[in-house]
């Protein structure tokens, strides 16, 4: 909840807290309403959806639902009530075709990336995210002669940059690998990724020309992923 950098929720989660603490509701209604918090977060900021009634939501959410006997089954109807959810469908659009990198908020990408990238590891393995927190562009953000005629007529789509900061062309990496990797073309960068990262070896194994029509395809692949990562408890 911290990463999503939404402080307007912070009095709700100090009351929820403080009710905890007061025996006014149990640890595991706390933690199931926090997630589903954390989902909604997620969901409306992917989306970039206003946030402009948080301050008036929020804090008077904590008295809505505290005296509720399925307190996280009240939570969901006050927030489907003031219009605040986001379908499957709308999150799951947003996700192929939204900026999910930010220079501005890098602790949400890569949030965002290290959420989808455990879903994707086998057998609960996960690497250490400490290191591997690096996010990497596949296609560069500045493109070089090579990818300009590697690209061919998508070097001059209007909407490359935006398509650029998608999830389908992002991964992670340490700082140091992802600093080698530049510009360097699509094929180099495959060899050279590692192995610890689910998404990195998601891109290893692809063999299609990495250009706006893989980007898409694998930003869908992803925001069926991500349909997983960030969903409600169904009541």
């Not at 075709?97 to 890569?110: C, G, P, V």
């Not at 990797?181 to 990495?210: H, M, N």
Request: aromatic share 10%; glycine share 2%.
């Amino acid at each position: 909840i911290y990463n999503t950098n939404m402080s307007s929720i912070n009095p709700f989660l100090m009351g929820l807290l403080k009710a905890l603490e007061n025996n006014a509701i149990d640890e595991d209604d706390t933690i199931s309403v926090l997630r589903e918090t954390y989902v909604l977060l997620v969901r409306r900021k992917v989306t970039k959806l206003p946030v402009t009634k948080y301050d008036t939501f929020f804090p008077a959410l904590i008295e809505r639902i505290i005296n509720e006997p399925n307190k996280v089954k009240a939570f969901q109807t006050q927030v489907q009530t003031e219009q605040l959810w986001v379908p499957d469908q709308v999150f799951e659009e947003a996700f192929i075709t939204k900026e999910i990198y930010n220079s501005r908020e890098l602790n949400f990408s890569r949030l965002i990336l290290q959420e989808i990238d455990k879903e994707l590891q086998t057998f609960g393995e996960l690497p250490d995210y400490s290191t591997i927190h690096s996010i990497e562009h596949i296609l560069p953000q500045t493109l070089d002669e090579h990818w300009k005629n590697y690209l061919g007529d998508d070097a001059t789509n209007i909407n490359l940059p935006t398509i650029i900061n998608t999830i389908g062309n992002l991964s992670l990496n340490s700082g140091s690998a992802n600093s080698s990797f530049g510009q360097k073309p699509f094929v180099e960068k495959q060899i050279a990724y590692t192995d610890a990262c689910a998404l990195a070896r998601d891109i290893k194994q692809r063999s299609e020309t990495w250009n706006i029509a893989s980007i898409k395809k694998r930003s869908s692949y992803l925001s069926k992923v991500a349909l997983k990562v960030w969903k409600w408890k169904i009541i």
